[in-house]
């Protein structure tokens, strides 16, 4: 092959298996004879991650390592990685080796063939019941929600065409949802599945705090659908004060039926109090969002780099 290809890989408390993974891509570098540069971006860990770059620096040429100043979330690195890779094929790939180097050759002949984006479809799910339901039902949500078509299942897992990720990039959303960015700027796409494999070592950087926000972007960055609920309570709701009314308003005219009020005044205070919390709670993410771009702030600080 004579393109170049990127490697991008967000890191995150790695230290102890970043060998395993350097590794892997190698192997996969000399079977294919890659012209290769591998992006390494250090998202604020915890242990010596950033440190064991350096040394893997000095052992394979072609890395590049960046080392964010504090943990911006994955999101983030990957889209600094993005902002940094000169590939003509990019490929998207965790630091776990659950997204194998040994599957991007035949990721890669999906661009050789006239595709501009190959993204990985999970075939099976490894995590736990409660885990694997959860996702499930945000893809199905994010679906039935969303302007635009994403995938179910698909991850950040994928390769892409230079120019791609030139477009991707012109969107800087401060709190950016890549794989809606990546459905989002169209051209030909294709899902393919394969086998995820299981972490190499250590546990998920993806805390459910971090998997909210996940989901909370993808469905307000990519959908106007939760702003239009609000319409729809107000009618359900006026459609239930309306009916309330006439048939309070028919028994006691007709059926001399005394209205009793206090139980059934704070049952319909309840009710429309809550719907107005969750009202307010949906404009509120949407202004959150707003003043998070007019603010202008860079969404990601480098502390240092390397070979970059």
């Known amino acids: 092959m004579n393109k170049k290809i990127s490697i991008l890989v967000p890191i ?12 892997a891509i190698d192997t996969q570098r000399q ?27 000095k052992q394979y040429s072609y890395i590049k390592g960046i080392k964010l100043s504090k943990n911006f979330g994955h999101q983030i690195a990957v889209k600094t990685a993005l902002s940094h890779c000169t590939g003509d ?9 659950q997204d194998p180097p040994s599957q991007l050759p035949h990721f890669f002949t999906f661009l050789d063939n006239g595709y501009d984006v190959a993204y990985g479809v ?32 698909s991850g950040d897992f994928c390769v892409m065409k230079k120019h791609v ?18 459905a989002w700027v169209g051209f030909k796409q294709i899902g393919v599945e394969y086998e995820r494999a299981n972490r190499v070592d250590g ?15 993808g469905i307000f960055s990519f959908s106007s659908a939760p702003i239009r609920l ?7 709701g006026f459609s239930f004060a309306c009916m309330y009314s006439l048939n309070t308003i028919y028994g006691y005219f007709v059926h001399k039926i005394e209205a009793k009020g206090f139980a059934t005044l704070a049952i319909l205070i309840s009710f429309f109090s809550s719907l107005i919390l969750i ?26 780099t390397i070979n970059i």
Request: charged share 30%; with cysteine.
């Open 12 to 23: 995150y408390n790695s230290a102890a298996f970043m060998n395993l993974l350097l590794e």
């Open 31 to 57: 079977k294919s004879n890659w012209n290769l540069e591998v992006i390494l971006v250090d998202d604020g860990s915890r242990d010596k991650s950033y440190e064991k770059i350096e040394e893997l620096s």
């Open 89 to 97: 094929y990019i490929a998207v790939i965790d630091d776990d080796l």
């Open 122 to 153: 999970r075939k099976k799910r490894k995590e736990s019941f409660t885990k694997r339901l959860a996702y499930s039902s945000f893809y199905k949500i994010l679906k039935g929600m969303s302007d635009i078509h994403i995938p179910i299942d």
């Open 165 to 182: 990720v030139d477009n991707m990039l012109k969107l800087q959303e401060q709190n950016p949802f890549l794989r809606g960015i990546r």
């Open 203 to 217: 546990q998920s950087g993806y805390t459910l705090k971090k998997l909210l926000k996940i989901a909370l972007d």
């Open 230 to 236: 609000i319409t729809v309570l107000g009618l359900v």
């Open 279 to 304: 009202c307010l709670g949906i404009i509120g993410e949407y202004i959150v969002r707003i003043y998070d771009e007019v603010r202008q702030r860079p969404y990601v600080v480098i502390e240092k």
